[in-house]
T-cell receptor, first 113, second 111 residues
């Protein structure tokens, strides 16, 4: 069955620390990959996406993610987090041109000022 | 402004009383979808629609209905709500398989 796994449910970091959130997927064939962010009390917003080409993609707010096909992974990174990055982060996958997007369970990030 | 509009934002209802949550998008997107968000479970897809009059079940469709009579609207209908449908609901739209634009969410409580 198709699935998305996010390994860390809760992450606590201090400001300026580096961030890496893990995401692995199980999905046959070519995939599109996404990271969404949900700030407290708000709806989900698209952070970045990967369709094809350079496996290192850059998104908004200084985030980036690397697609490693051999590992079925799409980890999210940020070199230096800020208090305002406190949010829940969701990894998601769908098939190109497909209409069924599957989300991971989410990772709650808390950044201490 | 490009957006997905859901109403209401908050709703408390009683078991068995039919309700509709509306969703409208102004981006001419073909694809629309409903998700429910529950703690520890992430987002689970309820129904999706690929275009007008074309809908299909997601992972958790039981107890829900949808319709897509117009491209911009995709209402979610709970014919007989039950307490296990208490959740946070999101409507989303996209152009094909591109990233979603989400609505602001509807927090539903069924007592």
């Amino acid at each position: 069955a198709q699935s998305v796994s996010q390994h860390n449910h809760h992450v606590i970091l201090s400001e300026a620390a580096s961030l890496e959130l893990g995401c692995n997927y199980s999905y046959g064939g070519t995939v599109n990959l996404f990271w969404y962010v949900q700030y407290p009390g708000q709806h989900l917003q698209l952070l970045l996406k990967y369709f094809s080409g350079d496996p290192l993609v850059k998104g908004i707010k200084g985030f980036e993610a690397e697609f490693i096909k051999s590992k079925f992974s799409f980890n999210l990174r940020k070199p230096s987090v800020q208090w305002s990055d406190t949010a829940e982060y969701f990894c998601a996958v769908n098939a190109p041109g497909g209409f069924k997007t599957i989300f991971g369970a989410g990772t709650r990030l808390f950044v201490k000022a | 402004e490009a957006q997905v509009t859901q109403n209401p934002r908050y709703l408390i209802t009683v078991t068995g009383k039919k309700l509709t949550v509306t969703c409208s998008q102004n981006m001419n997107h073909e694809y629309m979808s409903w998700y429910r968000q529950d703690p520890g479970l992430g987002l689970r897809q309820i129904y999706y629609s690929m275009n007008v009059e074309v809908t299909d079940k997601g992972d958790v469709p039981e107890g829900y209905k949808v319709s897509r009579k117009e491209k911009r609207n995709f209402p979610l209908i709970l014919e007989s709500p039950s307490p296990n449908q208490t959740s946070l609901y999101f409507c989303a739209s996209s152009r094909g398989g591109d990233g979603y634009t989400f609505g602001s969410g509807t927090r539903l409580t069924v007592v």
